[in-house]
Every structure is written in C-alpha cells, then in structure tokens.
C-alpha cells in the first residue's frame, strides 16, 4: 500500500509560478512510475506529466511550461508549473503505479487556481 500526499496548490495570477509536491510512503519509490493529473469542473481526469525511469512524458498543453521531477531520496515527485494560464485551473492529483502489478494509488488532490 502506498500513500501519497499533495502540496503547494494555491491561488495565482495568470503568468505566475507554483510547484506542486507529493510525497509518497512506503518503499522501492524509484521503481514507481509517478504521474501527474488534473482535472477541472465538468472535465475528465487528464494526464499532465508523468515520470518512469527517467523518462519523462508532458501532455501538449504544458509542454514548455511544466516540468516533472522526482527526488527518490525523499521519495517526493514535483511539478514545477510555470507561465500559467487560466485553464491550468484544476485540480491536481498525483498518482503513484508499482512495478510489475501496476497496482494504481492516487493523492487526494490539491486545487490550482490561476486568475486575475
């Protein structure tokens, strides 16, 4: 069982900055592949960016913007979020996938709100 927890959501102005962290129990975080969601009012649970193996992977929309990053020794994974748009509002969930079951864990989210 692993646990995740998110931070660092919050209220910002469009063009402004935020790095979101999750932090993840249990151990062999190294060997998880780490995402990050979001999902908006009345929209599906889209992917932002994901983590695995030192891959990393961004959806369209943030690519140039946002970056992924993850800390095995703090078992944490980051989401820098840069130059941020009014439609980056959501809510952000990390997700945590185990090795070789690909057993799912998701955080509880925290809200990302860009606006003026």
């Known amino acids: 069982q692993v646990h995740l927890v998110e931070s660092g959501g919050g209220l910002v102005q469009p063009g402004g900055s935020l790095r979101l962290s999750c932090v993840a129990s249990?151990?062999?975080?190294?060997?998880?592949?780490m995402s990050w969601y979001r999902q908006a009012p009345g929209k599906e649970r889209d992917l932002v960016a994901s983590?695995?193996?030192?891959?990393?992977n961004y959806a369209d929309s943030v690519k140039g913007r946002f970056t992924i990053s993850r800390d095995n020794a703090k078992n944490t994974v980051y989401l820098q979020m840069n130059s941020l748009k009014l439609e980056d509002t959501a809510v952000y969930y990390c997700k945590a996938v185990s090795p070789f079951l690909r057993l799912q864990y998701w955080g509880q989210g925290t809200q990302v709100t860009v606006s003026s």
């Open positions: 983590s695995d193996g030192g891959r990393t």
């Open positions: 249990g151990d062999a975080f190294r060997a998880y592949t």
